[in-house]
């Protein structure tokens, strides 16, 4: 059975931008089609795209993972302003000073690093992965969950939604090294000094499959196994019901 969705949307001032849909899950489903997306700052839009988000994908919903200071640098655009429920929940990502221990200044950061630090911000956002993916869950319409590039808190947001819905993993890790195309694009609009030719050199650039293993691995040998930490975001089980209420294809 293939892994891969057509799961790409054809904006091209967002090239992270895809559906959460199409990923097998639980009891042989899938899930649904234009009910979640995941994407990069809509603010790296230009008008027509950010305006096709609500006009073309029909999103009601905006869940934006960013801090403070990152919102207030790039807003949501203009032509989602009005149009959309705005969501804002800023998650911890001050990378441990363990982590930049392993940063070798001459390669930047390894796969493995990038997913130890998956790990580290999993454990100290569990509030704020609760409020996503009630957000989310609770959406009037389509959604779309981003952060600054679309791979790092929205990876960990996705990998959550679809670990609720029974999602294998080696479909959470698709879904997530589906950013590490894009990433040659997105890094050096995100970041202007930054140039494609960078983002071959260091890991924290890119989404590599071996970060989210990484990530999936240490909740496995933390607790046992990846879903457990479903209790630990969402103790009553109520947001992962209505995930799968939301998410999932109807028999």
Not at 211 to 234: C, T
Request: aromatic share 4%; charged share 25%; hydrophobic share 45%.
């Amino acid at each position: 059975m293939s892994l891969m969705t057509d799961a790409a949307i054809a904006l091209a001032s967002l090239p992270n931008l895809r559906d959460l849909g199409g990923w097998p899950a639980e009891n042989g489903s899938r899930t649904r089609h234009g009910v979640v997306y995941r994407s990069e700052a809509p603010a790296l839009a230009d008008p027509d795209d950010a305006a096709a988000l609500v006009d073309v994908l029909g999103v009601t919903d905006v869940v934006d993972l960013r801090l403070a200071e990152e919102t207030a640098h790039r807003p949501l655009p203009g032509p989602l302003r009005d149009r959309v429920r705005y969501h804002h929940v800023p998650f911890a990502v001050e990378v441990p000073p363990h982590e930049l221990e392993q940063v070798d200044m001459g390669n930047g950061l390894t796969a493995a690093a990038l997913g130890r630090f998956y790990l580290w911000m999993a454990e100290r956002n569990r509030e704020a992965l609760h409020e996503a993916l009630t957000r989310l869950a609770q959406a009037d319409g389509p959604a779309l969950v981003h952060c600054a590039v679309g791979k790092d808190r929205t990876g960990l947001t996705a990998a959550t939604a679809l670990l609720a819905v029974g999602a294998p993993e080696d479909a959470i890790v698709a879904d997530y090294a589906s950013s590490d195309a894009p990433m040659r694009a997105v890094m050096p609009r995100h970041d202007p000094a930054l140039g494609p030719e960078d983002v071959p050199h260091d890991a924290g650039l890119q989404a590599p499959a071996e970060a989210m293993r990484v990530l999936l691995d240490g909740l496995r040998e933390r607790l046992g196994d990846p879903r457990a930490y479903l209790h630990e975001v969402d103790p009553r089980g109520s947001v992962r019901a209505a995930l799968r209420q939301r998410l999932l294809e109807r028999a």
